[in-house]
């Protein structure tokens, strides 16, 4: 799929640094243009050159970010707003467009789902988000920016790709290690994702093609969607790896995307590796017992060689917002909202109460304003 991505903040930033690392480095071309939208003139001076930075709001912020304070930072965005189109190359051979922002801040919580609205009327290609989720430990005020956020982004882009912090980190690690392994892993998957659609990748021929219009069509069928990974050393035959191909594909669905299978709507599997030690009918037996996990009507799948001695396996889940894991993330926003959030408020400073518990009865999304 050749895409534009567009991070908005410093997370956003920073993860599409690393996809667009990840993109040169496997020579995939799928990245078409990158872009990092910030407040904070600092977050932007550690960008490589091949992501174009952006210093937006200098007159209301003078480049020292909005501070945590989502309404400002989508105040921000839409006074911006044609500084940042302009900056952002969206050509004819473009197929999607990636807005990447972190949740929980000021600048990409409250300026994400402006721009992608901005998007939507202006370009006549799927317009995505990327969204990371906070940490449980990362304070009230993160807690309901994100949520606030991502009911907003969730009907201003075409979907939403979730990324779930606590889901990536482990025991023992900072916040900035735990950042560090979201990018890389994050990088991985949708990176593979983004760069399964090329036919012909110098790495041999798929068998079958996972081309942009699958990707699309999987994520029309849901506004929330995740993306699972595994992968493991591979055999030199083929023959041999049948069992590695459906084992990979079992943990990134079961272990991989943090959210029960059996809600999702829509699904696609994409298994990578050399040509030749892609099995066929490892694929397809990967493809039905994914259909079967998950009881959807809708489960393309397809293979994508790449030049590495192991296998891959991607599973993306369109239609997860009825899942327990996003109905808990929700919840936790709600306390944070009504102040009963005890374990966040000591390290929050204070979620402002003029955000209301009741913004959170209806299922009707709010605007940030």
Request: charged share 25%; with cysteine.
């Amino acid at each position: 799929m050749q895409s534009v991505l567009i991070g908005v903040g410093q997370a956003g930033g920073k993860l599409v640094s690393a996809l667009q690392t990840f993109d040169a480095d496997g020579n995939h071309g799928s990245v078409r243009h990158a872009v990092a939208v910030n407040t904070a003139s600092a977050d932007l001076r550690s960008l490589p050159a091949t992501v174009q930075p952006l210093l937006v709001g200098q007159s209301r912020v003078s480049g020292h970010g909005v501070g945590g304070d989502n309404e400002l930072g989508a105040q921000v965005m839409r006074e911006a707003r044609e500084e940042v189109l302009e900056a952002v190359t969206v050509d004819s051979a473009t197929e999607a467009v990636f807005v990447v922002a972190g949740l929980g801040g000021g600048t990409g919580s409250g300026g994400a789902p402006v721009l992608a609205q901005e998007l939507r009327r202006v370009h006549d290609v799927p317009v995505y988000a990327v969204g990371v989720l906070p940490g449980r430990d990362e304070g009230a005020l993160y807690q309901v920016n994100a949520g606030r956020s991502l009911k907003t982004l969730a009907r201003e882009a075409d979907a939403v790709l979730l990324v779930d912090n606590d889901a990536f980190r482990q025991a023992g690690d900072s916040l900035e290690s735990g950042y560090e392994r979201v990018n890389e892993a994050i990088a991985r998957r949708l990176g593979l994702l983004l760069a399964a659609g090329e036919v012909d990748t110098g790495s041999g021929v798929a068998e079958s093609v996972v081309d942009a219009s699958e990707l699309i069509h999987t994520l029309r069928e849901g506004t929330l969607a995740t993306v699972g990974y595994a992968d493991a050393s591979a055999a030199r035959d083929a023959a041999e790896n049948v069992n590695v191909v459906t084992s990979t594909t079992r943990r990134a669905l079961l272990t991989g995307t943090a959210v029960e299978a059996d809600t999702a709507d829509a699904a696609l599997v994409v298994v990578a590796g050399r040509s030749a030690a892609i099995p066929r009918r490892g694929v397809e037996r990967a493809r039905r017992w994914v259909e079967e996990e998950t009881g959807c009507m809708q489960v393309r799948g397809g293979d994508f060689p790449v030049d590495s001695g192991r296998i891959a396996s991607l599973v993306l889940l369109s239609g997860i917002e009825r899942t327990a894991r996003v109905e808990s993330f929700f919840e936790r926003a709600r306390e944070a909202a009504s102040g009963s959030s005890s374990d966040d408020a000591a390290t929050s400073g204070s979620a402002s109460e003029d955000v209301a518990s009741e913004q959170w009865a209806v299922d009707e999304l709010d605007d940030l304003t």
